[in-house]
């Protein structure tokens, strides 16, 4: 079992930037592909990105490609979502998510993963 917690949500005015942390115990991450998906109000959970099981690779959904960026800390057991010029639009929960899928075209499937924290809100507004 895996128990996962996200932290670090909050309010943040139009293009700027937050981090948000996933803390997990009970099992070492490394061992799992680690994936974020957010989901606003009335709206379908989305793809943000993720980290593959095997190698570490880093993926990202097109609404965040060049804006977002994952980190990890081995250590901590705790993977980092940077997000910057932040949008409206990002306003949602954020969700982090580990499972055992290896092959990278399932990552942003969230049927594919199987603990899941209870999320942090963030908050794009002016």
């Known amino acids: 079992q895996v128990h996962l917690v996200e932290s670090g949500g909050g309010l943040v005015e139009p293009g700027g930037s937050l981090r948000v942390s996933c803390t997990a115990s009970?099992?070492?991450?490394?061992?799992?592909?680690v994936g974020w998906f957010r989901q606003a109000p009335g709206k379908e959970r989305e793809f943000v990105a993720a980290?593959?099981?095997?190698?570490?690779?880093?993926y990202y959904g097109d609404s965040v490609k060049g804006r977002f960026t994952l980190s990890r800390d081995n250590g901590k057991n705790t993977v980092y979502l940077q997000m910057t010029s932040l949008r409206p639009e990002a306003t949602a929960v954020y969700y982090c998510?580990?499972?055992?899928?290896?092959?990278?075209?399932?990552?942003?499937?969230?049927?594919?993963?199987?603990?899941w924290g209870q999320g942090t809100q963030v908050t794009v507004s002016s």
């Open positions: 980290y593959s099981r095997v190698g570490g690779y880093t």
């Open positions: 009970g099992r070492t991450l490394s061992g799992y592909a």
């Open positions: 998510a580990a499972g055992r899928v290896v092959i990278t075209s399932s990552l942003p499937n969230h049927q594919q993963y199987d603990y």
